[in-house]
Each structure stands twice: as structure tokens, then as C-alpha cells.
């Protein structure tokens, strides 16, 4: 589906996977829309709630958290990716906490010269 750039497909598909299925399925899902604008970013999110629930805010923060844990080398190989995966976490209020704690993190690591190991 998002070879093909069916992403309005993606949340309907996922709404019928098991748990430990629709999580990676989705992660995979919010990396592979980081290539796409905002707005179809927050389209496929708006849709994602319709389908998929309480689930997508879950989804959105484990997605920003994994990709900040996993960030390893220099800040300045990695700063877009996690800021991008930080942007999943602005589109409900519920969330703006975990985005203003990744946002500082990223800033944390700029300030103190850019290796997180």
C-alpha cells in the first residue's frame, strides 16, 4: 500500500491486525510518511483515529521514542529523522508533553556537541 501510495489504505488495513502486528506494521508506516508532506502527514493521522483510535496516539509516541533511542553517532547524522519522528507527537493536545521532552532531548544533544551513543 505505500509502494503504491495508497496511504489512506494503511489505517484501514491496520484497524484488523492483533497488537503486536498493527505496532509494527504502523511504525513502519509513520517512517515511511516522514517522506511526504505535513499535511498528508496529518491527513493520514486524522484518518488513522477514525480506524485505529486510541491506538494512534500510543502508536505515535512509542514511533518518536524508538526512533530516539535507536539514534546513534553524531547529532548531525540523525537531528532531521528524530525531529521528524517528534512532529507525529503535535497533532493532539494529549501529546504535546512528549513532544516538548523529545524536543528538548534533541536539543540537549546539539548543545553538548552532538554524540549520543
Known sequence: LMDTEQHDLVPVYAAHLRETSLDLTY?????????YSLVEQQKCYTLACKY??????????????????EACGPIEDNAEHRA???????????????ALQHS???CRDFSLGGLNY
Not at 27 to 35: P, Q
Not at 52 to 61: D, F, I, Q, T, Y
Not at 84 to 98: F, G, K, P, R, T
Request: aromatic share 12%; hydrophobic share 50%; with cysteine.
Open 27 to 35: 511504525m513502519i508506516f509513520l517512517d515511511e510518511m516522514m517522506k
Open 52 to 69: 485505529l483510535g486510541e491506538s494512534v496516539p500510543r502508536l505515535a509516541c512509542k514511533y518518536a521514542t524508538k526512533v530516539m533511542q
Open 84 to 98: 521528524n519522528a517528534a512532529l507525529w507527537l503535535c497533532y493532539e493536545e494529549s501529546m504535546y508533553h512528549s
Open 104 to 106: 528538548i532531548a534533541l
